[in-house]
């Protein structure tokens, strides 16, 4: 196993360890902990493309990992952050749950079309498109992340903080998941688009 496949399955390994820290509130800073992991995991899939492309080491195992293992994660990590936010009653909640089923459901379709394509001996690579996609979905998941552990620590310290600052912030947030839940479905679109043959066949 070459080294971007490696890095590939580092990102898949580094999925459990982030979830733990998400939901795991008796741990100091646990916020803080999962932002770090997934930051970690999140670079792995920066590095991998572009060592597999520098050095010719393309294979189709990470054709299909590599998107395969990005989908765990932001999959994991919308999930985690839905949770919270529920658990927590945080404004926009349910507009947020609502996007997380529409993205994950998005993922769970290309998958499967993934899977569609590999039954005709064909190895469909992540398009560019899909790469901003997934590049906003992980930005989106980091600001949500820091939100959550500024906002404990704005607690834990008795802070005042004024609402025209935690507005603007929240506001700032739905913009993101409206602009990761429009680069998702327009992503998808493309990429079948580009790949139907895959279904006439």
């Excluded at 299909?64 to 949770?83: N, R």
């Excluded at 927590?88 to 899977?115: D, H, M, P, Q």
């Excluded at 802070?159 to 602009?179: D, E, H, R």
């Amino acid at each position: 196993m070459n080294l971007p496949n490696k890095l590939t399955v580092f990102r898949t390994i580094c999925i459990p360890f982030f979830v733990f820290f998400m939901l795991a509130r008796f741990v100091p800073c646990n916020y803080l902990i999962a932002l770090i992991v997934f930051i970690i995991a999140s670079l792995t899939d920066l590095f991998d493309g572009k060592i597999a492309r520098k050095y010719n080491l393309v294979t189709n195992f990470g054709k299909f990992m590599d998107p395969l293992a990005d989908k765990l994660l932001v999959c994991a990590a919308l999930i985690s952050l839905d949770s919270v936010f529920t658990c927590k009653n945080y404004a926009g909640s349910v507009w947020f749950t609502v996007c997380v089923i529409i993205i994950i459901s998005r993922e769970l379709f290309i998958s499967g079309f993934r899977i569609l394509a590999a039954d005709q001996n064909v190895v469909l690579a992540a398009g560019w498109w899909g790469k901003v996609k997934t590049t906003l979905q992980m930005v989106m998941t980091i600001v949500m992340i820091i939100y959550l552990q500024v906002a404990d620590w704005i607690k834990t310290c008795n802070l005042k903080i004024p609402k025209t600052v935690m507005s603007g912030v929240g506001i700032f947030i739905q913009m993101l998941v409206a602009a990761t839940l429009f680069f998702t479905v327009f992503s998808m679109i493309d990429y079948i688009a580009k790949n139907k043959e895959v279904l006439k066949n």
